[in-house]
Nanobody, 125 residues
Framework: DVQLQASGGGLVQPGGSLTLSCAVS????????IGWFRQAPGKEREGLSCRSSTDGSTYYADSVKGRFTISSDNAKNTVYLQMNSLNPEDTAVYYC??????????????????WGKGTQVTVSS
């Protein structure tokens, strides 16, 4: 079974940084993309970033562009989300997801085929 495990959340002061990790196991396909999402209380889930497995291309939502960076360590089957210049509006539960086929990445954020458990990020002084 495909499993995703997100980690790295926590409490950080405004202006601070955090790096989230998404460890992926059990997949065998070459064409997929990993996305990072978040959901704040009372708000809809928001797609933040994605990375295509086919060419490594990455995309970002306007709300995080220039502050967040998605990367991967293929040897560890792990995708990271480096988050800088965090502000209280970034407080949310963050999720990673995997969807087979990478053509969606950069155009929209559909429902994923697999989800990791969320990790809480709280930005507060």
């Amino acid at each position: 079974d495909v499993q995703l495990q997100a980690s790295g959340g926590g409490l950080v002061q405004p202006g601070g940084s955090l790096t989230l990790s998404c460890a992926v196991s059990g997949f065998t396909f070459d064409d997929y993309a990993i996305g990072w999402f978040r959901q704040a209380p009372g708000k809809e889930r928001e797609g933040l970033s994605c990375r295509s497995s086919t060419d490594g291309s990455t995309y970002y939502a306007d709300s995080v562009k220039g502050r967040f960076t998605i990367s991967s360590d293929n040897a560890k089957n792990t995708v990271y989300l480096q988050m800088n210049s965090l502000n209280p509006e970034d407080t949310a539960v963050y999720y990673c997801g995997l969807k087979y086929g990478s053509s969606w990445c950069g155009y929209h954020y559909p429902n994923m085929d697999y989800w990791g458990k969320g990790t809480q990020v709280t930005v507060s002084s």
